[in-house]
């Protein structure tokens, strides 16, 4: 737990074992954490990454990499932390389904949206996603979303820098 550090609402246990415990936010409305290395990751090398993911009642869960600040924390709810960061890239596991963003999900100064619509006819579902051009809003990948079984307990993720490829498996 010493190269990590909890943002926002998140909060690390260690435990007996020698591992620790992750909640990336407590069961209320309107949280947003994240666990973060303490420093950046050198994209030209690849790495490789894995998880013990439980996803409780909220939105899901999102793996991003941005170009900002590492204590910086995405927007909350259907944005699953992600919108908002700059030049980002990941992906999410979306266990809402979203029909769209709500007026509380479109920032104030701009008007545009954090989120967009979900893929038709999948209530939860796993995506590659970025902020768009705007620097807010996370744009899904929908030709990448597949649909999930939320039970999923391995998170691996793995970055092939030669390729810039990410790849997410469950």
Do not use: C
Not at 136 to 143: F, G, N, V
Not at 157 to 163: E, L
């Amino acid at each position: 737990t010493n190269n990590f550090k909890a943002n926002g609402n998140a909060s690390v246990s260690d435990t007996s074992r020698g591992d620790a415990t992750v909640t990336l936010t407590p069961n209320k409305t309107d949280q947003s954490g994240n666990l973060t290395l303490n420093s950046q990751i050198d994209l030209n090398y690849d790495f490789d990454m894995t998880a013990t993911v439980q996803l409780g009642e909220g939105d899901g869960i999102s793996v991003g990499f941005h170009t900002g600040n590492s204590d910086q924390v995405g927007r909350k709810g259907g944005s699953l932390g992600f919108a908002t960061l700059p030049g980002a890239f990941g992906w999410k596991a979306d266990t809402y389904n979203n029909a769209g963003a709500g007026n509380e999900d479109i920032d104030p100064t701009t008007g545009y949206p954090y989120f967009g619509s979900d893929p038709d006819r999948m209530n939860q579902f796993g995506a590659f996603v970025t902020t768009d051009a705007n620097g807010l809003t996370i744009d899904t990948d929908k030709k990448s979303a597949q649909t999930i079984d939320s039970s999923y307990t391995e998170l691996h993720v793995y970055y092939t820098a030669a390729t810039h490829t990410l790849t997410i498996t469950l």
